[in-house]
C-alpha cells in the first residue's frame, strides 16, 4: 500500500529536523552505529546484514549486483557508505541486538545522521503505487503485528525526489516521513536528527517501544527505471536534553 497522506500530523512534523553538520553533541554523550571509518576505500561494510529470504544474513559480495550497490567511499579525509540503484532496490540492515548495537529509548531517544543525494529517481513520489522510489532513505523499525501475517511496524525517513518535507504517509504498518527533498540541500551533506519519541507519538499516537528492532538504510529506483545514489555517514545515537 502506498500513499494515504496525513494531512494533521504532516503540520505537526513540519519541521525537517535539519541541525548544521557542525553542530553535534561531545563524543562522550552519543553512540556512533557506524560512521565507515573503520572499512577500507571500496570495501564491503561487514558489519550490517542483508535480508535473504526473510532471514538477515552477514553480507558478503555476492549480494551486491551491478545496479544495485552498497560500498564504503571516501573524500578526503572521512570514509562514508554509498548506495547506488539503477531500475533496483537495496537495502542494509543492523540490529538492536548484541552484534549489532544497543539502543534504549529511555537513555538515547535521538537518531542522528549525515547524509547526501547525489541522484534521486525522477519524478518519484512516494505516495504513488507507480513511482513509489525514494534515492536513499532510512528506516526504523519498532515490532512486528499482525494476526496470521506479521509485518514490522517502523518509521522509514526519505529524502524524496518530489514530495515536500514535513509529508507523513501511512503504508500499511508503515509512516513515512519526508525529511529532505531534492530541491533543497542536493549534492551536499546534511545533518539529520530525529527523536524517536516524538515521532513515533506523532505518526502512531502511543509511546513506542523502548528498544527498537533495527535501522535500516535503503535506495530504491525499481518504480521508475531510473536511478538512485547517495551516501551515509555518522549513524549516532544522542541522549535526550
Known amino acids: ?121 525522477k519524478n518519484a513520489r512516494e505516495d504513488s503505487e507507480q513511482t513509489n522510489d525514494t534515492g536513499i532513505a532510512l528506516y526504523v523499525y519498532f515490532s512486528f503485528e499482525g494476526f496470521i501475517i506479521k509485518r514490522p511496524k517502523g518509521i522509514k525517513y526519505t529524502y524524496s525526489s518530489s514530495l515536500p518535507v514535513g509529508t507523513v504517509l501511512k503504508q500499511d504498518k508503515l509512516r513515512v516521513i519526508v525529511v529532505a527533498n531534492g530541491a533543497e540541500g542536493f549534492g551536499h551533506w546534511m545533518r539529520m536528527e530525529r527523536n524517536m519519541i516524538d515521532d513515533y507519538r506523532a505518526v502512531f499516537g502511543d509511546d513506542p517501544p523502548h528498544r527498537p528492532l533495527s535501522i535500516r538504510l535503503w535506495s530504491d529506483s525499481d518504480n521508475t527505471g531510473d536511478f538512485g545514489e547517495g551516501d551515509f555517514d555518522n549513524i549516532t545515537l544522542v541522549p535526550g536534553s
Open 1 to 121: 500500500m502506498v500513499g494515504k497522506l496525513l494531512t494533521p500530523v504532516s503540520l505537526v512534523l513540519a519541521l525537517a529536523g535539519l541541525i548544521p553538520r557542525s553542530a553535534a553533541p561531545s563524543a562522550q554523550e552519543a553512540i556512533t552505529i557506524d560512521d565507515f571509518e573503520s572499512y577500507s576505500d571500496g570495501s564491503l561494510p561487514t558489519r550490517w546484514k542483508y535480508l535473504q529470504e526473510q532471514e538477515l544474513v552477514w553480507l558478503d559480495p555476492s549480494h551486491m549486483r551491478p545496479n544495485e550497490q552498497f560500498y564504503v567511499t571516501q573524500d578526503p579525509g572521512n570514509n562514508f557508505l554509498r548506495a547506488y540503484t539503477h531500475d533496483e532496490a537495496v537495502h542494509l540492515t543492523m540490529a538492536n541486538e548484541k552484534d549489532g548495537f544497543d539502543w534504549d529509548l529511555r537513555t538515547h531517544p535521538v537518531l542522528r545522521w549525515d547524509w547526501r543525494a547525489l541522484q534521486l529517481p
